[in-house]
Structures are given as structure tokens and as C-alpha cells.
């Protein structure tokens, strides 16, 4: 379980400060497929950096309480692709392993990247690929950290429809196999729809939950089944179709 | 055709051209390429050849070893702290401005006519070149690829050799790269003033006599030994760490 509480987050221009997200409160149970949906610009991106311990700046506390003990092993993938450039692709995959350097974690990033469906060379540089390929190594990075939480930010943002629904499609096979924790931050709803156990509707800033639906819908999910739960969430919650669309 | 052979057609023709004007004119104050060969044959015999770039070499690396190790950390703190840039700034662009031989002469001065006061006085001069460039470098860092250490939870060392440096190498190149051409000019004008052997103080002497095939034997001994760090060192360590991006 996870437990997120962030009391007041503010960034200061000028002297003065404006509140980014305010008594933002919730929990995700170990295991759970978490969306988090929200208009642009609603602070999605601060609450992720707040969880995955990148910006420690805030009033609040991000708790976790597992079954084993020691912190838990964060997974993150961000919304651009963040591969560093002078790395190949495997070395980039490997960067997060334990033991970057042994030949295991290799032949492991190796499987990881013909996972992802990056067939070139893992010894390119990201520089060679397109957007789209470097979102799948991302990817891979996230997942070959082996983490007990992922946490995702728009991450399919901007590819393709095919590539999209083709990286969903892998996202939910690896989390169904390993059923770690997942936080999806999109603005999407119908994506949201089609893959999480649980949605929370954000506010504009300062960011608060708005909502909370669960979907009961069995997997594999049918387009039709979730686009009719978007058209009647939209309709039940009329502010929500506004935004989300 | 390579470019290396282009590059050694360049100097090979220079030669041929240096060489030709003197067989025909004759001209009085020019030796030949071929008189300073032999000067600087017999100097290398003799061994103070040698001993004066020796001598020379131990100064560049000691000066240029100081200063990196002074100015990188100074010019990476005024990245980051504010108040550390508007504390070192004014004095950095005063010293940067204060000629070369004016810290030469002083140094000498303060310090005595010791290997001491000519290795601080390079360094004083080199330092603020460095730390124009390294906070630069500092500022350039991308938070965002740090955060991604951060995130996986990446250990201090990883972070540092896989994501941190990297980011600083092209300034730390370019450091280097004007670095070293500063130092090797500095270092000479030192020798002149105040040392009693190395390329400088050589130089010195056959000036006062007037000597000079022995002026460009020393010069092109100096030359090309910088020509080979440049070469062999410095852009060997550029392609490695720049490999990414061609």
C-alpha cells in the first residue's frame, strides 16, 4: 500500500507563493493499476515527482507500507523519453540495473529491448531512433529496474495510435505477470478507461481529486464497452466532459 | 585523399616553400628549414634540447594540473550558488583582465625567482579562463536527466559517471583545449623572466645573441610536442567521449 499525502505543495516566483496542489490525498493499494486523470497544466506532473522522490520540497508525506521491508524500488517513465544521449540503448537499460555492468543484466536488457519491440541495435544511440523508439526504450528502462511501483506520465503521449495501443497491450501483459503498482498520469480518459483498476479525477490547480471511479470492467477491455463508460461518465459529471472530452 | 594527408600536404608545402625562398634570396636574419633541422639535431645531441623542454613540460602540466584543479570546483559553485557567482564574479572578470605579465612580474616579485612563484603565477592567470567555462558547463546541466537518476534511485557514483560528468565533458574539453594553448604562452613569458632553464629562458639567451636558427629550433621542438598532445591526447579523448554524437 501506498499511501500519498501531500499537504501543500507551492512553487515561489517572486517572493510570493502560488499553491500547486493542495490537500491531495490518496491511497494505491500493492498491486492496483492507478489512472490519474486531469486537465493539462493541473500539477499531474508535480504530484509524480513528489512520489517518485525526485522534488522532496513539499508538505506532505509519501508512505509506503509493504509486506517486505526497505523502501520499494520506483520504476518511472516520464513524459519525454529522458534517455541519456551519450549511453547506447543498452547501456541506457542497463543504467538502472543493480549491477549495470554484468553480463546478465546484458543478455536481461537485451530480452527487454526485443520486449518493447526495439529491433535495431541495441548499441545505437538514442539519437538514431525516432521519438517513438525512445519512448519503447524508456520503457524498457522503467520495467528493467524491476520496480514494485511504476509510475507513468502521459507516457505514450504523442505516438501513434498503432504504437500506442501496441505499448498498452505490453504494459498490461508485464503488470498482469508481475502485478506490481501502477500510476498513470494521462489526460486521457478513454486511455484511462481502457487500462486502470481505478481513476481519480484531478482538479485544475491547486490540484485536488475531484472524483474517484472504479472500473469493473473485465480484460481484455472492448473499445465499445469503454467508450460507452466514457460517454456515460462524461454525461453523469457534466464539468468532465468539458475538460476531458 | 585522407584527411591526414591533407593536413601533413599543409605543412609539408610550407617547408618546401620556406625552403626555396632561402636558396634563392639568401635573406640574412631566415635560416633554412634544413639549418634548423641540424640546429635542432645538434641541440637534441647535446641534450639541453631536452633538458629545456623537460623542464618546460613539468611547468605546463603542474600549472595546468592547479588550475583545473582550482577553477572546476570554483566555476561549478558559481553554477549553482548565486550568491558564490555575484561574490567571484567582479573578481574573476578583474583577473581575467590583469595581463599576463603583470602577474608574472609580481608573482616573481612576492615570491622570489623560484619555480614556486612561475607555476602560481601560471595558474593565477589560467583560472579564471577555466571558470568562465566550467560555470557555463555547470549551468548547462539538464535537471531533467538528473531527476531520472534520482527516480531510479541511482547510487551516487552511477549518477555521477553516467549522467553528471558526461554532461560536463564538452566543457571540460573546451577547458582544456584553451587551457593548455594559454598555459604553453604563459609559461614561456615566465621562463623569460624569471627561470634559469626551459624553452623560455633558452629563448631568452638567443635572443640576446642574436641566434636565430637557435630561436626556431626551440620553437618547432616546442611546437610540434604540443602539436602531438593536441593530436594524441586531447582529440583522442574528445572521440571517445563524444562518440555519440556523430
Redesign the interface.
Known sequence: MMTVNIANKSYYRDGAAAAVIQDLAFEVKTGEFLAIVGPSGAGKSTML?LI???DTKFDGRISHSNSNTGSP????M?Q?P?L?????LL?NVC??SDS?NSTLTAVRAEAMLNTVGIAASSAQ?P?QLSGGMQRRVALA?ALM?EPDVL?LDEPLVSLDQPAAMELRQLLLTVWQKHKFTIVYVTHQLEEAITLADRILFLSATPTKIIREECIDLPRPRQLLDVDALRISLCDREGLLSGRLG | MAAATWRLLSFVSLLACWQVVVIFWQPQLLPSPVDIAERVWLEGVSGSLLANLLATMQRVGLSFLFAMLLGVPLGLWMAYSRRADLLLDGINTIFMNIPALVVIILCFLWLGLNEKAAVAAVVINKIPVIVVTMREGGKAIDF??M??A?????SRR?TLI??YF?QL?PYLLAATRAGLALVWKIVLVAELIGCSNGVGFQLGIYFQYFDIAGILAYTFAFVGIVLISEAGLIRRWESS?M???T
Request: hydrophobic residues 45%.
Open positions: 515527482n517518485a522522490g525526485v524500488k520506483l520504476g518511472i516520464f519525454e529522458r541519456m544521449p551519450w549511453l547506447t547501456e543504467l538502472v549495470p544511440y539519437s528502462r529496474s509510475l | 531533467k536527466l531527476a531520472v534520482r527516480a531510479f534511485n541511482l552511477r553516467d549522467v558526461p565533458y567521449v562518440r555519440w554524437r
